[in-house]
Nanobody
Framework: QVQLVESGGGLVQTGGSLRLSCIASGNTFSINAMGWYRQAPGKQRELVAT????????NYADSVKGRFTISRDNAKNTLYLQMNSLKPEDTAVYYC???????????WGQGTQVTVSS
């Protein structure tokens, strides 16, 4: 069993920065990839960025390329999302995700609110 806990959300002005953290506990060995997703009011949950556990290969949504950076510290079982040059359209609840390929399941955090004011 794996649990994910996010932190770091808050209110920031346009152009500002936030750093989100996600601490994983439990059987983290079962996770081969982690990512950040977000969901804004009236919109579907969308992929923000992913990173593989072993190689560190990253992928980003076009809307955040050049502004957001996903990283992880495997020794600390922690996933990060550095968000720079924030825009009002980045406002959403951000969720940490862990993929468990052997069971074909996902683990989700509780979400953290990011609000960017104009």
């Amino acid at each position: 069993q794996v649990q994910l806990v996010e932190s770091g959300g808050g209110l920031v002005q346009t152009g500002g920065s936030l750093r989100l953290s996600c601490i994983a506990s439990g059987n983290t060995f079962s996770i081969n990839a982690m990512g950040w997703y977000r969901q804004a009011p009236g919109k579907q949950r969308e992929l923000v960025a992913t990173i593989t556990t072993r190689s560190g290969t990253t992928n980003y949504a076009d809307s955040v390329k050049g502004r957001f950076t996903i990283s992880r510290d495997n020794a600390k079982n922690t996933l990060y999302l550095q968000m720079n040059s924030l825009k009002p359209e980045d406002t959403a609840v951000y969720y940490c995700n862990g993929r468990r390929p052997l069971s074909n399941t996902d683990v989700w955090g509780q979400g953290t609110q990011v609000t960017v004011s104009s």
